[in-house]
C-alpha cells in the first residue's frame, strides 16, 4: 500500500510528465471506486493540469480553481502515456490535446477521488485527514507530545492512525519505531520524554529519507508502469522476519497487531 513517500513519488512524477499540459477530456469507465467518482469532474476539461502537490497521502492536482484530490488506497496508480486503448482495471483517463493520456487504475479500487475547489484544500486537509503531515511545517516537537502522551493506544497504532500522523503507514511505522527503538506494543501514554523525542525524530528522518529514493516497492506499489522505489534495500526490519538484525544477533520477529504485521527487534526494541 502506498504511504507517503510512495505518494510523493507519484505527485512528482505527474508533475514531470504532465504537468503544463491541456486537457481535452476526461472519461470515467464506472461511477464508483471506494466512494463515487464526482460527475463534476468533467468540468476540467479545457483547462491545463497545475501543479499536483501532497498532503499525508492524498494528492492534489491543481487544476484551474479547482482541485482532484486522489487517494491511492492499496493499488492505485496514475501513468501518463501515448493515447491507446483501455486497459482492464482503467477507471479513469484524462486525456490531453497533445494526443497523451494521464490514466488511472485500481484493480483493488480501495482508491478514490474527489474533486474540491482550491481555496477549500486547507480546509479539507482539517476535516479529512487531520493529522500532521511529518513533512511539513506543521510537525513540531510540542504538539506530537501533547498528543502521542495523550493516548492509551499502542505505538504502533498511533503512528498509522491518520488522524494524529499523516501518511505513515505499516512499511514505515515498523521502520521508526526500530530505529527509535521502541517496543511496537509500549502503550503512548508510557513513554519516556526521550522515547517520544526518537519517535518524532525517526518518523520524519525515514519519510524524507524514503522520499529521495523514490519510496519503497515491496509487491505492487510502482511508481508508474514498472519503475520501481528504491528504499526496499534499506529496511531494516519490515518483511525480515527470522533474518538477523542489522544491530545485535537477536533475529527480527513477526507479530500482528490489529490485523496488520508488525515487524521488530525484540532485544534491541524496549
Ligand atoms: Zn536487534
Same mark, same amino acid.
Given at each position: 500500500m502506498p504511504e507517503l513517500p510512495e505518494v510523493q513519488a507519484v505527485a512528482s512524477y505527474i508533475n514531470d510528465a504532465a504537468k503544463g499540459k491541456k486537457i481535452k477530456s476526461v472519461k470515467t469507465?464506472?461511477?464508483?471506486?471506494?466512494?463515487k467518482i464526482p460527475p463534476?469532474?468533467?468540468?476540467?476539461?479545457?483547462?491545463k493540469l497545475n501543479v499536483c502537490d501532497r498532503y499525508g497521502k492524498a494528492m492534489f492536482m491543481h487544476i484551474g480553481k479547482h482541485a482532484i484530490v486522489s487517494h491511492l488506497g492499496m493499488t492505485g496508480q496514475w501513468t501518463y502515456r501515448k493515447q491507446q486503448k483501455p486497459e482492464k482495471h482503467e477507471h479513469i483517463i484524462i486525456y490531453f490535446t497533445n494526443n497523451h493520456e494521464l490514466v488511472y487504475k485500481d484493480p483493488r479500487r480501495f482508491g478514490y477521488v474527489d474533486y474540491i475547489q482550491k481555496e477549500k484544500i486547507d480546509n479539507y486537509i482539517i476535516k479529512k485527514i487531520s493529522g500532521m503531515?511529518?513533512?511539513?511545517?506543521?510537525?513540531?516537537l510540542k504538539d506530537f507530545k501533547v498528543l502521542i502522551e495523550s493516548k492509551k493506544t499502542p505505538v504502533k497504532a498511533f503512528l498509522l492512525n491518520q488522524k494524529y500522523?499523516?501518511? #505513515?503507514g505499516n512499511i514505515y511505522a515498523s521502520e521508526i519505531l526500530y530505529k527509535a527503538k521502541v517496543?511496537?506494543?509500549?502503550l503512548c501514554n508510557d513513554l519516556s520524554n526521550e522515547e517520544i523525542k526518537l519517535i518524532y525524530k525517526w518518523t520524519k528522518k525515514i519519510l524524507e529519507d524514503a522520499i529521495k529514493l523514490g519510496g519503497t516497492t515491496i509487491?505492487?506499489?510502482? #511508481?508508474?508502469?514498472k519503475t520501481k522505489g528504491n528504499y526496499k534495500t534499506r529496511?531494516? #526490519?519490515?518483511?525480515?522476519?527470522g533474518k538477523k538484525c542489522a544491530s545485535c544477533t537477536a533475529e527480527v520477529l513477526k507479530i500482528v497487531q490489529s490485523g496488520r504485521a508488525t515487524y521488530f527487534c525484540d532485544s534491541c526494541q524496549i
Open positions: 469507465f464506472r461511477k464508483d471506486l471506494r466512494f463534476a469532474l468533467k468540468k476540467i476539461k479545457d483547462q503531515d511529518p513533512t511539513k511545517s506543521n510537525y513540531n500522523i499523516a501518511g #505513515v517496543h511496537p506494543e509500549r509487491r505492487d506499489f510502482y #511508481v508508474h508502469d529496511l531494516k #526490519v519490515y518483511d525480515r522476519q
